[in-house]
């Protein structure tokens, strides 16, 4: 894993161009510690640079900015290509020589022979890169097919500048940022910036699966922009080409794929290890990892005092059982806490995935004895694992039927009684309420009054992600579009729970799940990756029958028949619990007196950004009790103590 950074001057360089080139690529040394490169090409106007984290062929042989053995291509890329050695052979076999081991020679050289788009249609991996043509005189970005690895771009004045991350870009000296409201309302409601828009007004995210191409006659311009891998053709694809294959030769071929799939991505020439929480994601990767080693694989997990957000003990009770070398640590609240100063920095733009704080922990844990670790990330997305593909089906099937004045109105009475009402209700109250085992019902109760309230399937789904409703943001800008908002680029999906897989795998995904994955390991120059996310599991999966994924209202199934092979259905079998923290008693207490300052009414009113007296009040009912608002709050507290760092 590395970082690339860089800057197309249409005027020419100036004189301290290598300077500014340094500075961008300095900022972001985390992500490649291992050693740095750099090119300026005065003619051109092209400064190119890379920070490397040495995974294949530690040699000199792997040094970036790398030329294609012809010159025509510059090259700096981000990430792995997982079958480079199917693809080092074929070359190999039609004439290439090679100097190296590395990845990026080998893509090099499939761009010279199969052209850029052929060669990433070729590629299996994960990345992000940049590549010059000195023939067509064109700067390509290009971003992997679901958006694991980060790149930024923007013109700057008559400078195009890019980077991995936005601190890249900032040390340029055109640099202005100026913050985007619109994109603003976005994050709020999401909690994250989707693609491709980022906090800043001119500066974009290349979008997951595409080539950005930019030319020297067009300066300024919109770049070029070609889509070279698109989830929604891979759904419908495999929706019209379903596997018509009994339960045991699923469960067979879903094995065999994932393992294949997991194998290439075992290849590494530095130490390797898994994250394991000890749920169905994270414990079928290592289990596969574990059958394919001859020695122990290192597996980490951490806990937390809090039963209600520990997993240690799953994850420790699934290592004994498959005989992995494993690392747990138990993190203190203090220990906790220290990590939310740097998350701003960490970030780049306002981030609010909570669970960015114990993906940090588990990240730096795992660095302390290995380079790479492999994840369950994608498993619920792709395999049909998060609740609400469930609940939310069997309510639009429950009420579908009613008029839509008959659900206003139950959802109104839903909403008339407290949330601590509800909760001391379901404590105490009737034996149904009780055995539902709901945590924190009263939040639950009002969510359900909002879906309730939608009229449509993608109403109910819009409900469901979005996080502040409030009209709590000063002077917003215009509605921005995403990929939410523009139902004509969505897949053709009848059923409703297919249509919420999907959209989180091209929302939700890449742009929160990747996002916090990505700059949580790169913060500790580790390298994540991620079986589930290889586009041929992917392919895979959409071929798989909707009812191998979710069974009699149980999640994952397939992937669970896989795991039950390996572990025991006890150790398996439990409530998904997620990967939180106790977000909602910190705020009531170690982060009370830090919250409340960052959200005191003046602060707040002379920032300029948010109606104070909005946020005021979810603040009181939170300390109070009357109501859980950790996300919402959370939400704020990010923007507010990203804000104070810039």
């Known amino acids: 894993m590395c970082g690339v950074a860089g800057f197309w001057d249409t005027t020419g360089l100036s004189n301290d161009a290598a300077e500014v080139l340094h500075r961008m690529t300095s900022a972001i040394a ?14 051109r106007g092209l400064a190119i640079g890379h920070r490397r984290l040495s995974i294949i062929d530690t040699t000199a042989a792997g040094h970036q900015p790398m030329s294609s053995a012809s010159e025509r291509y510059r090259i700096v890329f981000n990430g792995e290509i997982y079958n480079f050695r199917d693809l080092r052979r074929e070359l190999e076999a039609g004439g290439c020589h090679f100097r190296g081991e590395s990845d990026t020679e080998v893509l090099l050289a499939a761009i010279e022979r199969w052209g850029l788009h052929g060669a990433i249609s070729r ?162 990767v290592v289990a596969l990892m574990q059958s394919q080693s001859m020695k122990a694989v290192q597996t980490f997990t951490i806990g937390f005092g809090y039963e209600e957000y520990n997993e240690a003990e799953h994850a420790r009770a699934v290592a004994t059982h498959l005989g992995t070398a494993h690392t747990e640590l138990y993190v203190t609240p203090r220990e906790a806490l220290d990590v939310i100063p740097r998350l701003p920095a960490m970030y780049d733009e306002p981030f609010a995935d909570s669970s960015q704080i114990p993906t940090f922990l588990v990240a730096q844990l795992a660095r302390s004895k290995v380079t790479v670790s492999l994840s369950g990330d994608g498993g619920d997305e792709v395999f049909g694992g998060y609740h ?59 969510k359900l009054a909002n879906v309730l309230s939608a009229n449509t399937a993608e109403q109910i789904y819009e409900q469901i992600v979005t996080m502040w409703r409030d009209p709590v943001l000063l002077s917003p800008g215009p509605e921005l579009p995403t990929i939410l908002t523009e139902r004509g680029s969505w897949a053709m999906l009848d059923d409703f729970a297919q249509r919420m897989m999907y959209l989180d795998l091209v929302s939700y995904l890449p742009d929160d799940i990747l996002v916090k994955v990505d700059r949580a390991t790169m913060a500790v120059s580790l390298e994540s990756r991620a079986p589930f996310l290889d586009h041929r599991v992917i392919e895979f999966a959409w071929r798989v029958p909707h009812h191998a994924k979710i069974r009699n209202e149980k999640t994952k199934w397939l992937l669970r028949q896989v795991l039950h092979r390996h572990v025991p259905q006890a150790l398996i079998e439990r409530p998904k619990m997620g990967f939180g923290i106790p977000l909602d008693h910190w705020l009531r207490g170690e982060l009370r007196e830090w919250a409340g300052d960052l959200l005191h009414p003046d602060r707040v009113r002379r920032e300029g950004y948010f109606d104070p007296e909005v946020i005021a009040t979810k603040w009181r009912e939170h300390q109070s009790g009357a109501r859980n608002w950790q996300h919402l709050l959370w939400s704020v507290l990010m923007f507010q103590a990203w804000i104070a760092e810039q």
Request: aromatic share 8%; proline share 6%.
């Open 30 to 43: 985390h992500r490649g510690p291992d050693d740095h490169g750099a090119m300026c090409d005065v003619g």
């Open 123 to 284: 590629a299996v991996g994960m990345f992000a890169l940049a590549v010059w043509d000195e023939t067509q005189r064109t700067l390509h970005l290009v971003r992997d097919r679901i958006g694991e690895k980060p790149l930024y771009y923007g013109w700057l004045g008559h400078t195009l500048a890019f980077g991995s991350e936005l601190k890249a870009m900032r040390q340029h000296p055109a640099w202005r940022g100026t913050i985007d409201r619109s994109a603003l309302a976005l994050y709020l409601k999401f909690s994250y910036i989707p693609s491709p828009h980022s906090i800043y007004e001119g500066v974009r995210k290349v979008r997951p699966g595409t080539i950005l191409t930019f030319r020297s006659d067009a300066p300024g311009a919109p770049p070029e922009e070609v889509e070279y891998w698109s989830a929604r053709e891979a759904v419908e694809r495999g929706m019209r080409d379903p596997l018509r294959l009994s339960d045991d030769e699923l469960v067979d071929e879903a094995e065999r794929q994932l393992s294949s799939t997991i194998r290439d991505q075992m290849i590494s020439d530095v130490p390797l290890g898994a994250f394991l929480s000890g749920g169905i994601d994270s414990s079928l």
């Open 388 to 446: 609400r593909y469930v609940w939310a089906e069997r309510l639009r099937k429950k009420f579908r039927t009613v008029p839509a004045p008959v659900r206003g109105g139950l959802a109104r009475g839903i909403r008339s009684v407290s949330p601590s009402r509800w909760n001391a209700l379901f404590a105490s109250g009737s034996a149904l309420l009780r055995t539902n085992r709901l945590s924190i019902p009263g939040e639950r109760m009002h």
